[in-house]
């Protein structure tokens, strides 16, 4: 399958365009007081290690509760408004953060400018992927999907470069005649994205999928025709645009619009060769699976158990990665491979990430997401062994330096490949719409706080078990995730969204 972008509408581009802003501030937001956190923390009058690491870790505990009711409020506002609405707190947040004053009132301003940046945050990393999923061609929804993940790495890369004044000492600007901080210039550029965001998706079409869920099926199609390129009154006028129970002709019909590019016959996964739908049972959802609103009881119903182990434990997987301690320890290598600066090492980490991203965009709808999530763990787990094994061998210190550098490049290379972009576009693409708004929010909130939660026991593992042994440890998980993977996860490349959710349910309709 060769997906060609010129044939769809620049429509369809400039929504995806304006959903892309949003993952770009969740970088953004990451990241930006990496670079600047000791000045910051001066500024404001408290410790690094004691203020300093709360207003951190808040924008964690803000984006776990942000990503927890991020799914009710699409299923209430549509995805799209939802999008809009959400620049409201980012916005709020880049401005109490900008302007806290130099003083402990102004350590509590950036402390609750950080939660609102947070809930923000939160809620773009549910939704985005949501809503390009939702609004994508069957044959490039992967890509679409991978490219939210870029933007989180571009956003995570632009707070890299633009504090780089910081590298090695104070930065200071003068504005209006008055000597003012960099890193309040730095948060107030996080207000470009978010105004750019709120008025760009003002303009864009609503989510057809979530349109067709609440029963405005001409509404929806005429989304889809503005998206996909084709005219409202050359569509079918059928019920359940997602999801469908329909006549033959109109299912003919409906195959060629939605289902143009679509592989029929590509297995779900190796134990599964036999188990390939025919299109028309693919096409034939319960009317419980796209009529009205779940509720949280909904979750542990036999029918939807593979779904929601799928979904709860990919993002879990990602954070059990070990990138984040990657990401700790790279500093350290850089400087025995002779780079002594840290923003410039975290450069050059950010721009393998996006250049590996990019790479993954153009191979998602390739290769396919199992396929690359399985290779992905699986060198994220051979270079983490690297590493310690460098370190545990009497090497000279600028060769072990070589070869950890060499091994950290790959690690977040190989990330960025699959274990970064795929939980995101595969829990989009694998609930349906009955319970997708609370299930994603329970896997969103359940992520944002195991990343917490990884962040408070990864010191404790430097103490207990040295960096070479931590690594170790993450190199056995990532080695557990791609037997989870090979053994669970269904392929989704080429499959329209109601047969994915079909081939799924199919295990349990009891």
Not at 414 to 442: C, D, N
């Amino acid at each position: 399958m060769d997906p060609v972008p010129s044939k769809y509408p620049g429509r369809l581009w400039f929504s995806a365009t304006c959903a892309w802003l949003g993952s770009l501030q969740f970088g953004f937001h990451l990241a930006v007081l990496n670079t600047c956190l000791s000045f910051t923390s001066k500024d404001l009058k408290v410790t690094e290690a004691g203020g300093g690491a709360v207003v951190t870790s808040v924008l964690l505990v803000g984006a776990a509760a942000g990503g927890f009711f991020a799914g009710q409020a699409a299923d209430a506002l549509g995805p799209r408004r939802t999008l809009v609405w959400n620049n409201v707190p980012l916005l709020a947040g880049s401005c109490l953060s900008a302007l806290a004053p130099d003083s402990t009132l102004g350590f509590w301003s950036m402390l609750l400018g950080r939660l609102l940046a947070g809930w923000g945050v939160g809620t773009a990393s549910l939704v985005v992927p949501r809503y390009l999923a939702e609004i994508a061609p069957v044959a490039i929804r992967g890509a679409l999907g991978t490219f939210s993940q870029l933007f989180v790495c571009v956003g995570i890369l632009v707070a890299f470069v633009i504090g780089l004044p910081y590298d090695g000492k104070e930065a200071t600007v003068q504005l209006l005649g008055y000597d003012t901080a960099w890193w309040r210039v730095m948060f107030a550029i996080g207000l470009l994205p978010a105004t750019m965001q709120a008025v760009g998706m003002s303009f864009c079409p609503e989510s057809p999928v979530w349109l067709e869920w609440i029963g405005k099926t001409e509404d929806a199609w005429r989304a889809k025709g503005q998206l996909q390129g084709q005219v409202a009154s050359a569509l079918p006028q059928v019920s359940n645009l997602g999801a469908t129970h329909c006549s033959d002709v109109e299912k003919r019909e409906t195959t060629a619009f939605v289902e143009e590019t679509e592989e029929v016959t590509q297995p779900l996964r190796a134990s599964e060769e036999g188990a390939v739908l025919s299109e028309a049972d693919s096409s034939y959802l319960e009317d419980e699976d796209v009529a009205g609103e779940g509720g949280w009881d909904d979750l542990v119903q036999p029918r939807y158990r593979r779904m929601m182990v799928l979904a709860v434990s990919l993002p879990l997987l990602q954070q059990a990665s070990g990138i984040n301690s990657i990401t700790f320890y790279s500093s350290s290598v850089f400087a025995r491979a002779g780079l002594r600066s840290p923003i410039l090492g975290s450069i050059v980490v950010g721009c393998v990430n996006v250049a590996g991203t990019g790479v993954a965009a153009y191979l998602m709808d390739r290769l396919g997401r199992r396929p690359l999530l399985i290779l992905s763990h699986a060198g994220m787990a051979i270079s983490l062994i690297s590493i310690s094994v460098a370190r545990f061998l009497p090497l000279p210190a600028n060769v072990e330096g070589y070869v950890s550098l060499v091994a950290i490049l790959g690690s977040v290379l190989l990330f960025s490949f699959g274990v970064g972009p795929i939980p995101w576009l595969y829990i989009s693409e694998i609930l349906p719409e009955r319970i997708k708004g609370r299930a994603a929010a329970l896997c969103t909130c359940l992520n944002w706080l195991a990343a917490l939660v990884i962040g408070l026991v990864f010191p404790v593992m430097l103490e207990l078990l040295d960096i070479s042994s931590s690594y170790l440890v993450f190199a056995a998980l990532n080695a557990g995730a791609v037997v989870f993977a090979y053994t669970c996860m269904v392929e989704t490349k080429g499959r329209s969204l109601q047969r994915v959710i079909h081939s799924l349910l199919v295990d349990h309709s009891d």
